[in-house]
């Protein structure tokens, strides 16, 4: 499915983000770019062609001025339920070779890592939006968002070691930062499902809606942070993305940094005029 925009500044087109097979659709309306799980039929499970597709849509989101956030949905009634356990199965049963599934599973877990990292060093806001089953890969894909908007239906299990498997996808760099390590090793241990209620008290969501309000406040969010100014959010990203492995003097020198390049955008300018003169800011978002 092809992403098509509106006409940007001067009244040309950018180019269009296509997305390379359709277990992931992209689209993008008033500069956010929605990316969508398509595989409603395995509850969206993780797939090499997903994790191919995501890789090659962030890739050209990245240094897009015209896209101002990015939001990651599953299509159907859940969000994601892990990966493709179905296909584990097949490749016990086709490949006896032990050594060749090891390498298949690293060839795989290197793109979904590379996926990730590429997330989280976005300067766009990524928003995940989330509903259903959110387990295992879908929690660690949830994690690598800044923020995320739950529907009340939502439920979450981290989920691996009830495969006999240990956690990937960035979700034990990120649990601990975010719930503390003993709650951390009780999600990761039990594998216990828990509500969007819990994960909002733990501080895994930001926002839980009821179901039949949830599309219309979730675009309410995603419509300020498109509005937002973008430079202002990426440095605000990178600052609190480095603010665990950081001295508190060379998070204050990056903090200098990050202000100082913000005041030469238009932005800028633009925040301070409409604060004096007492109106909401109108935010262009260009570097």
Same mark, same amino acid.
């Given at each position: ?23 992931? *659709? ?5 500069? /956010? ?18 994790? +191919?597709?995501?890789?090659? &849509? &962030?890739?050209? #989101? ?11 949905? !599953?299509? !159907? ?15 016990? $049963? ?19 890592? $590379?996926? @990730? ?8 806001? /990524?928003?995940?939006? /989330? ?9 660690? *894909? ?5 923020? #995320? ?20 996808? +960035?979700? %034990?760099?990120?649990?601990?930062? &975010? ?36 599309? +219309? $406040?979730?675009?309410? &969010? @995603? ?39 913000? %005041? ?6 633009? +925040? ?16």
């Amino acid at each position: 499915m092809m992403l098509r925009f509106n006409q940007g500044p001067g009244g040309t087109m950018p180019n269009e983000i296509i997305s390379p097979n359709e277990c992931v *659709l992209v689209e993008t309306q008033n500069a /956010v770019c929605r990316i969508t799980f398509n595989r409603p039929q395995s509850l969206n499970a993780l797939s090499p062609d997903l994790v +191919g597709a995501l890789d090659h &849509i &962030i890739n050209s #989101v990245r240094d897009r001025d015209d896209i101002r956030c990015l939001v990651v949905q !599953g299509a !159907g009634e859940h969000f994601m339920a892990g990966g493709d356990v179905k296909s584990f199965k097949a490749m016990l $049963e086709d490949e006896p070779d032990v050594t060749a599934r090891r390498h298949e599973f690293e060839r795989l877990l290197h793109a979904v890592h $590379e996926v @990730i990292f590429k997330m989280r060093g976005l300067r766009q806001p /990524v928003v995940a939006v /989330v509903n259903g089953a959110v387990a295992g890969a879908g929690v660690s *894909l949830m994690l690598a968002c800044d923020l #995320v908007i739950a529907s009340e239906n939502a439920f979450f299990t981290l989920a691996y070691c009830h495969l006999g498997v240990s956690p990937d996808g +960035g979700s %034990t760099f990120h649990l601990p930062r &975010i719930v503390g390590m003993k709650r951390a090793f009780e999600i990761a241990l039990l594998g216990d499902r828990f509500d969007a209620k819990t994960a909002e008290k733990w501080g895994l969501v930001n926002w839980v809606f009821p179901a039949d309000q949830f599309d +219309g $406040e979730a675009d309410k &969010i @995603i419509s300020r942070l498109a509005d937002g100014p973008t430079q202002a959010h990426g440095h605000a990203k990178a600052l609190l993305n480095a603010s665990f492995s950081n001295s508190m003097e060379q998070q204050l020198a990056n903090e200098i940094s990050c202000f100082v390049d913000c %005041t030469s955008n238009a932005d800028f300018s633009e +925040g301070v005029t409409a604060f004096v003169e007492k109106r909401k800011p109108e935010f262009k978002g260009r570097r």
